[in-house]
């Protein structure tokens, strides 16, 4: 699910999947989630920024949109999982992207609960994740992350290569 404006800046995600949302016409909000409670019982995958748009790394308090909440309490057979990115220069040139996904959120910690409360408790948990990465990272906790592409060497890395120390 993306925003109506990021569907037309970038019209290729549709051809994975994206649909979209114009959060100014309630209407529109109304058609969306029942479009994605459909996907879901249908055993499809939708996937969110639940703030109703990308914000910056650090922000805090997270503000989620009901959207997110609203999805979990119409379609609770559903796992949530909690995806994150973490971007860093670490002590390199070029930045590093680290993505931790959570382990499926219990619906019996959400189900009993109102809209609003589901919203609080996505919220914390987002927030926790978040939280955790960045210390980990912070920290060169790096043991549970694979790599998975590799870029070109940088500007450094040459220089390191070739002027370094030899081993």
Do not use: C
Request: charged content about 20%.
């Amino acid at each position: 699910m993306m925003s109506e404006a990021g569907i037309k800046d970038f019209p290729f995600f549709r051809r994975i999947g994206a649909f979209s949302v114009d959060v100014t016409k309630p209407r529109s909000v109304i058609e969306t989630l029942s479009y994605s409670t459909d996907l879901l019982i249908n055993k499809k995958a939708v996937w969110m920024f639940p703030q109703g748009s990308e914000q910056p790394l650090e922000k805090r308090p997270l503000h989620f949109q009901p959207g997110s909440a609203y999805l979990a309490l119409k379609a609770p057979h559903v796992p949530i999982y909690i995806v994150t990115y973490y971007y860093t220069l670490l002590h390199e040139q070029k930045p590093r992207l680290y993505i931790e996904i959570s382990s499926p959120i219990n619906p019996d910690d959400y189900t009993t609960q109102t809209r609003k409360e589901v919203n609080i408790l996505l919220e914390r948990k987002m927030t926790e994740q978040l939280d955790q990465q960045r210390l980990a990272i912070a920290n060169s906790a790096l043991s549970d992350y694979s790599l998975l592409l590799s870029g070109n060497r940088s500007v450094s890395d040459w220089f390191g290569l070739l002027f370094g120390p030899k081993k």
